[in-house]
């Protein structure tokens, strides 16, 4: 329970209709479809799952927001940065109570400039939102995850998060230019939106990736791309996952880009497609006259490794539902289909260099198997040096939370422990860390790199006021 | 002068034979070629140009830098981080003397990993020796600055800097995936080669582009690519500077990306070319139908902004002479030619968005015209969203040393007010700042965010011993 002065106070900077201490609201807040799987998780360890805002404040200008950090630290009452609450690793619950900044209201698309092909934007709004109005104008961000219709700006920042096309567009960071950020003392830095410079270390890569914990960034100039002149798809069946592997690495070392390449493993091509053998998807976008060579080397490079050509049906089906899974798990699997039984999935992507990258997904598979359970998995984001392995596992149906939790927690614990054995495997490539993989990132940074990284948040968060309990902080 | 037992220490850890204070020794560190630059650049600051290193030690392993490094701890003496003595910006001068470490003899290429396109290498390697080495191996790093025949890794990596092929390989953090570090403290720091990760802000960014105020890098792992196919060169005239800016951001607009764009203004294309407009050189690589597709694309664009085509001849023999430049440039330039005489040259590179670097261009001229002295200017390091200018500033030979570097210090002053009035340009592209633009890099940063760099600066390096006078700090 927050003080009655200081929910008058934050009613006095953002209006008495822009706050709610309602306790349903506040319930809402936390079991949204998303955070319901962080509930459960939370559970398993072994923390209170009433845990809840105590608050949530809907500012709508960067000087409001500055205030509220302000106010928070005057009391000492943390703060949960919060955009579409779609995060998988627990990054916005609540661990000590306190007050959910959410930020969908500062939801201005500030300027499209399409001479310097960039865009400035608060960080409220909805990258689809953002996607929608580009497109209005030819142009698109290339980021393209699958929470696209709920996530924010603000948070695909604040987690480094990748979309399905990243082989070309790159990561999120790679496309921001410049961010404006209020530090936990409510100071408002601005990073110039430079094309590159050398000036000093890149500090906007403090806040890219830090999930709030050193403050809330209220808006971005994001690069935007021109949309392109063509997108064409093209599917293969490789005789097992190995040849599969070696021609994506192939394709990227050989100096193309597909936007996207989409293999699956055995058992997800089973599942998905009733085929033996690894399937995998490619799609190719830009100038016609580069799809049409990036597509002849690739079915080049295919053919050598023995794939068998599907041609492009298959693909164009792929990209009109690729979210389909993403928007339908909640209720088909993850949400308990049946009081008092627990079910639901999880995905430790994780990404390693080609010479680790096999041994590392066979790893994680004798984890699963350890278990007994299932775990369906493709490879995406394909890098010249290496690529990512997407497992998706499935927990078996358990009547009992107390146990479900138990093997829960288990089987993350076995998974971090494996990927942390390989020297250039990331614990996570793409969904952040949370609280759920912040249990692990002192052991993922290392001394005296995780010290360091304590003793800046220090600085930036005297009071420790900035997300607590997570990035391992 | 360093205590003597300081001094005994330092022979115990690198060997009597790997370290030196010997006057000329020390000397010939200070005033290189291109560092005698910075000595003038010095007296034009009003400091005392006698400032030189008291020592200079040759280290041949991490654990010996890291026990050097704790020594100068113990003893609070300076230590500046040496690799080429290549840099610009005086980033290597001795401002409080100290000991000059000199990382050539970590000269170790440690593995190739030609699977995973990448490679291991200690920062004591020269960049050509490197590049060298991985061409046996059908890779190359794809970055190519013009001091490669001198500059280390660890130099390339401390100044964030850009080769000419950026375009298409991007600048060296860019390339980059895990270092090694020696703290000022002497701790060492290992971070993940990882492909790419979600786990907290990318703390690599705190140490690619620091010149040596957080730490010596000492070993990095960098991406490697494969050598093109094929490497094409295209020449074309265009009218004026304005029809080639635009064909440069349409092409770099379109989804292609020429390894090199190399545009001249009117003032250099007169020199060297001996012609009226801009010129302008263009290189391809990569695999043939890439290079076929860029090539048309290319030529289409800069049709329509109503070039000349002048054929492939003369972009080969650009690539062909592309650093004679910058390794004449001291004897012919800068060196005083002759007693009395003082003569030099600077290079204010600076990027900004499309919509801002004409402007930013002209303005340069109009302090140089301010001042009567020549400038030749070209624009490459292309971006979708900005470009690079580059200025080569000929200051008039001036028998006066006093007024020569009353002249020196109120150009770049004034060239660097007009920088910063832009809200997209960078105080500096690929050169890094050194002490020279160090003196603006709290505008460049503005506050809060420089005063936080600062405080960085001070949990890394509580006693101030690294490369102090660098970056402001």
Redesign the interface.
């Known amino acids: 329970m927050l003080p009655n002065s200081l929910v008058s106070k934050l009613e006095e900077i953002v209006g008495e209709k822009n706050i709610s201490t309602d306790k349903y609201e506040l319930l809402a807040y936390t079991i949204t479809d998303r955070s319901y799987v962080s509930r459960i998780q939370l559970m398993g360890l072994n923390l209170k799952p009433e845990y809840m805002y105590d608050c949530v404040v809907w500012p709508q200008t960067t000087e409001q927001v500055s205030e509220i950090v302000k106010l928070a630290n005057k009391y000492r009452v943390p703060i949960i940065p919060y955009g579409g609450g779609t995060n998988d690793m627990g990054g916005t619950v609540p661990l000590t109570g306190g007050i959910a900044v959410d930020l969908k209201r500062l939801d201005k698309i500030i300027e499209i400039?399409e001479?310097?092909?960039?865009v400035h934007t608060q960080a409220g709004v909805i990258l689809q939102i953002l996607e929608w109005e580009l497109n209005k104008h030819g142009l698109t961000t290339g980021h393209a995850p699958a929470c696209m219709y709920d996530a924010t700006i603000g948070g695909t920042l604040s987690?480094?998060?990748?979309g399905s096309l990243s082989n070309k567009y790159g990561?999120i960071?790679d496309m921001t230019?410049g961010l404006e950020v209020v530090?936990p003392?409510g100071?408002i830095?601005?990073?110039?939106?430079?094309?590159?410079?050398?000036?000093?270390?890149?500090?906007k890569?403090?806040?890219?990736?830090?999930?709030g914990v050193?403050g809330i960034i209220t808006s971005a100039v994001l690069?935007?791309?021109?949309l392109?002149?063509v997108r064409r798809f093209r599917s293969v069946l490789f005789k097992n996952l190995h040849n599969g592997i070696e021609a994506g690495?192939k394709i990227m070392?050989?100096?193309?880009s597909p936007a996207a390449i989409r293999l699956s493993d055995e058992a997800e091509t089973m599942k998905n497609h009733k085929m033996q053998g690894c399937y995998c998807v490619f799609c190719f976008?830009?100038?016609r006259?580069?799809v049409?060579?990036?597509e002849?080397?690739v079915m080049k490079i295919c053919q050598e490794e023995g794939a068998e050509d599907l041609g492009s049906e298959e693909g164009k089906r792929w990209w009109e539902r690729k979210y389909y899974m993403y928007y339908s798990t909640p209720r088909s699997s993850v949400y308990p289909p049946e009081e008092g039984k627990i079910r639901f999935a999880i995905v430790p992507d994780t990404?390693?260099?080609?010479?680790?990258i096999e041994p590392l997904y066979y790893d994680i598979l004798n984890v699963v198997k350890k278990y007994g359970i299932s775990v369906y998995s493709h490879f995406s984001?394909w890098?010249?040096?290496?690529?990512?392995v997407y497992p998706v596992i499935y927990f078996n149906v358990i009547d009992n939370i107390e146990e479900a939790m138990k093997i829960y927690t288990a089987v993350w614990n076995d998974i971090a422990a494996v990927i942390l054995k390989y020297?250039?495997?990331?614990?996570?490539?793409?969904?952040?860390?949370g609280f759920i993989?912040g249990r692990y990132?002192d052991k993922?940074?290392?001394?005296?790199?995780f010290r360091?990284?304590k003793?800046?948040k220090k600085?930036?968060d005297p009071n420790g006021i900035m997300n607590p309990g997570k990035?391992g902080l």
């Not at 020297?423 to 860390?433: E, F, R």
């Open positions: 400039n001479r310097s092909a960039r987690t480094r998060s990748s990561k960071p230019l530090l003392t100071e830095v601005n990073i110039k939106p430079v094309p590159e410079g050398s000036t000093g270390p890149a500090l890569h403090l806040f890219l990736g830090a999930e050193f690069r935007t791309f021109q392109p002149e690495r070392q050989s100096g193309i976008e830009g100038p006259e580069i049409d060579a990036e002849k080397i990404a390693a260099s080609y010479d680790e984001h890098y010249p040096h290496g690529t990512m020297k250039t495997a990331s614990l996570n490539h793409h969904h952040g860390v993989l990132l993922e940074y290392g001394e005296p790199l360091i990284f003793e800046i600085i930036l990035l």
